[in-house]
């Protein structure tokens, strides 16, 4: 179970229930423990414990003071902009770390309540009002706006080539196609009238390539530049449709 949970701690996604699995034998190694006199189970492990308390102090430092800059960060970095909320949000992430470091091994319950605000407050605003001003992130959003401002058909279907985020799926419609740069030109050319495509704009020579092969040519309607959270690769996209 220790290289299972060391792979997921190395992996950017974190998601709480991909972890469910290593809990039985955490659940294992508690059991062992609580079988154990007071004085066997402290010897063996107290060097683990001390390295266990800083490692926790470190972590503790991290990711308090790594809130704080992404709060104040991540605006100006993203958005070109500086938010007003970061203050508030860095400083409660700031305080919550500063409570919550370990100093006894039993933390008086009022100081528990204090950290639980101070993290509510941070994550509160970056998730209801940081998170939602970072326009480059949300991709999906601005594609839809673009698909139903150039939709030429009631029946009108996206392929998409470099972007093939599930959210894509959800907002433009589930007959949305994830594909690759030829998957789209094949669906322009099936549909010439009603068919959108998205692509990368440094894939649009490609696009008219495999369309100049039928007599046609991409038309591009409009650009869409942004972060892939997911990847963290930057993207202008290309909605196309087969020029007239």
Same mark, same amino acid.
């Given at each position: 179970?220790?290289? !299972?949970?060391?792979?997921? #701690? ?23 423990? $609580?079988?154990? %006199? ?17 490692? &926790?102090? !470190? ?7 790594? @809130?704080?800059?992404? /709060? ?7 958005? +070109? ?27 008086? @319950? ?7 605000? /101070? ?14 001003? @970072? %326009? ?16 030429? /058909?009631? &029946?009108?279907? $996206? ?5 093939? #985020?599930?959210?894509?799926? !959800? ?7 994830? &594909? ?13 009238? /009603? ?6 704009? %440094? ?5 008219? #390539? ?8 991409? +038309?591009?309607?409009? #650009? ?9 690769? %930057?993207?202008? $996209? ?7």
């Amino acid at each position: 179970y220790i290289p !299972f949970w060391l792979v997921f #701690e190395a992996i950017p996604t974190k998601l709480p229930h991909y972890v469910m699995p290593a809990y039985p034998g955490m659940a294992l190694l508690i059991g062992w423990l $609580l079988t154990l %006199k007071p004085e066997e189970a402290n010897a063996p492990l107290k060097r683990w414990q001390t390295w266990l308390w800083w490692a &926790t102090a !470190f972590g503790l430092v991290v990711v308090s003071i790594g @809130l704080a800059v992404v /709060c104040i960060g991540a605006p100006i970095y993203l958005a +070109k902009a500086f938010s007003w909320w970061s203050i508030p949000a860095a400083l409660a992430a700031l305080a919550a770390g500063y409570m919550a470091f370990p100093r006894q091994l039993q933390v008086p @319950l009022g100081r528990v309540g204090a950290i639980a605000i /101070c993290a509510g407050i941070t994550f509160s605003l970056l998730f209801g009002t940081i998170a939602p001003s @970072l %326009k480059p992130i949300w991709l999906t959003p601005a594609i839809k706006v673009a698909v139903d401002a150039n939709r030429p /058909c009631d &029946t009108t279907v $996206l392929a998409s080539a470099p972007y093939h #985020e599930p959210s894509l799926v !959800f907002l433009v419609g589930t007959s949305t196609v994830l &594909t690759d740069v030829d998957g789209v030109a094949k669906h322009l050319l099936a549909d010439p009238a /009603c068919a959108l495509g998205l692509a990368s704009v %440094k894939d649009e020579q490609k696009l008219n #390539e495999l369309l100049s092969g039928q007599g046609k040519s991409a +038309k591009r309607l409009t #650009e869409i530049d942004g972060l892939n959270y997911s990847s963290g690769d %930057k993207l202008a $996209l290309g909605l196309y449709r087969v020029a007239e």
